[in-house]
């Protein structure tokens, strides 16, 4: 079992940074990769970023390409989604998710079998 815990929401202005992390507990050595996912109210949640265990392969959505960063500490047990340039259309409810099954990294929220509660990010106009 793997206990994921997102923090780090809050209400910004447009342009303004933000970082997230994700804490993992729990039996974090089965963790393949990290994702994280956005979902605003009426939206499909939607990958924005996603790491492997070795940091050796990222991904990023287009709409984020260049503006967010992820990265993970040394032990691995916490990733870090760094969010600059923040628009109003980053608003929305931020999720980390772990996939221990699937080890080709991808942004399907399919692959992901632990998800955290969720963190919410507004940026105001």
């Known amino acids: 079992q793997v206990q994921l815990v997102e923090s780090g929401g809050a209400s910004v202005q447009a342009g303004g940074s933000l970082r997230l992390s994700c804490a993992a507990s729990?039996?974090?050595?089965?963790?393949?990769?990290i994702g994280w996912f956005r979902q605003a109210p009426g939206k499909e949640r939607e990958g924005v970023a996603v790491?492997?265990?070795?940091?050796?392969?990222?991904y990023y959505a287009n709409s984020v390409e260049g503006r967010f960063t992820t990265a993970q500490d040394n032990t691995k047990t916490t990733t870090y989604l760094q969010m600059n340039s923040l628009k109003p259309e980053d608003t929305a409810m931020y999720y980390c998710?772990?996939?221990?099954?699937?080890?080709?990294?991808?942004?399907?929220?399919?692959?992901?079998?632990?998800w955290g509660q969720g963190t919410q990010v507004t940026v105001s106009s």
């Open positions: 998710a772990a996939s221990t099954r699937r080890t080709v990294v991808t942004r399907d929220p399919s692959a992901y079998n632990y």
């Open positions: 790491i492997h265990r070795s940091g050796d392969t990222i």
């Open positions: 729990g039996y974090t050595s089965s963790i393949n990769f």
